[in-house]
């Protein structure tokens, strides 16, 4: 497994979980990493993204309640997930990007399913 996801559960409405995924040693070249979600019948979507200096963004609908963050020396990035709703309740993935003299290669880890209740 390049990419391995975990931190999903139940929690209820207003809860905290940290999802984390740490990346393969073998992947060489890591510069963006990345969490999106996907919610029974909806498509993937970007929940927010870091690149390898620090620089963030996130999904209008996570912003001031979600934090991402990184260990570039792990190869690991982190979603903290405060405030949760029932609306945030998907399957959480991890990607990361590297770069190499063959070009950019995404990664992807297998998901992690987070539950909100209400």
């Known amino acids: 497994v390049q990419l391995q996801a975990s931190g999903g559960g139940l929690v209820q409405a207003g809860g905290s979980l940290r999802l984390s995924c740490a990346a393969s040693k073998l992947i060489f070249g890591i510069n963006d990493m990345a969490w999106f979600r996907q919610a029974p019948g909806k498509q993937r979507e970007l929940v927010a993204g870091?690149?390898?200096?620090?620089?963030?963004n996130y999904a209008d609908s996570v912003k001031g309640r979600f934090t991402i963050s990184r260990d570039n020396a792990r190869n690991t990035v982190y979603l903290q997930m405060n405030s949760l709703k029932p609306e945030d309740t998907a399957v959480y993935y991890c990607?990361?990007?590297?770069?190499?003299?063959?070009?950019?290669?995404?990664?992807w880890g297998q998901g992690t399913l987070v539950t909100v209740s209400s």
């Open positions: 990607k990361a990007r590297s770069t190499s003299s063959s070009g950019p290669h995404d990664y």
């Open positions: 870091i690149s390898s200096g620090g620089s963030t």
